[in-house]
């Protein structure tokens, strides 16, 4: 029988964002995706963007289809999220490979990260992305950006994931980023692993950070040497 397996979409992203790679993975896994708090098809919450937020939509699922512990595949914000979910409620979690996720938080990186989500920016000089958030956000582009500018601020202020934290961490864990990610860098990925007890740190070879450019092939080969073999 194939195993479950969560997919977790990033910061701006959606769980549509998965599905090529969803009918791929299907060979080996049952596959579940879902939309966070103002993502996707997901209507906004009367609250702010937070991990802690998120992952209560995470835990919430994990319920809802009785997948509990559950095997995630985290891309960017979603490994952020899983993380924080294991650390804080351990109940809920088996496994969980990170790929691409930013840790190192602070006012500098959040002010950096968030200036790149300005809407009216976007429209001007990448009118072609612009357009694919406008068409993956069912319920507004414009107003996600800011609650992510948000989040992404208070990320800078108050980091959801620290040391002491993760060090609460029992979930088996792959740590990844790749080679040529210009957001995320190893030294930030290694060091942060090395704070749960029981993780892996690798690095992908011709790796870029947007999902897009991710080699479905080579995912595929690394989640089920994780989680299978």
Avoid at 15 to 33: E, G, K, R, V, W
Avoid at 49 to 73: G, K, T
Avoid at 128 to 138: I, K, N, P
Avoid at 215 to 221: E, G, I, P, V, Y
Wanted: hydrophobic residues 40%; charged residues 20%.
């Amino acid at each position: 029988m194939k195993p479950p397996l969560i997919l977790l979409h990033g910061a701006i992203g959606a769980a549509s964002q998965f599905n090529s790679f969803a009918d791929l993975l299907s060979q080996s896994f049952i596959i579940y995706t879902f939309d966070f708090d103002g993502h996707g098809q997901r209507a906004f919450n009367n609250r702010p963007f937070r991990i802690q937020h998120f992952a209560e939509n995470l835990s919430e699922f994990i319920e809802e289809y009785h997948l509990q512990p559950a095997d995630i595949f985290g891309y960017s914000m979603g490994g952020y999220v899983a993380l924080y979910l294991a650390a804080t409620r351990p109940e809920y979690i088996h496994r969980i490979y990170t790929l691409a996720t930013k840790f190192d938080w602070n006012i500098e990186t959040a002010l950096k990260e968030s200036a790149q989500l300005n809407a009216e920016k976007l429209k001007e000089k990448v009118p072609q992305f612009a357009h694919a958030l406008q068409q993956r956000h069912l319920h507004g582009w414009e107003q996600n950006l800011k609650h992510t500018t948000e989040l992404m601020i208070h990320l800078g202020n108050n980091p959801a994931l620290d040391k002491t934290i993760l060090k609460n961490i029992e979930a088996a864990c792959m740590i990844a980023v790749g080679d040529a990610d210009k957001m995320v860098s190893q030294s930030e990925t290694e060091n942060f692993a090395s704070y749960i007890s029981n993780a892996q740190f690798k690095v992908l070879h011709n790796t870029q950070h947007p999902l897009e450019k991710l080699n479905a092939d080579l995912l595929k080969s690394e989640l089920e040497e994780f989680f299978i073999v």
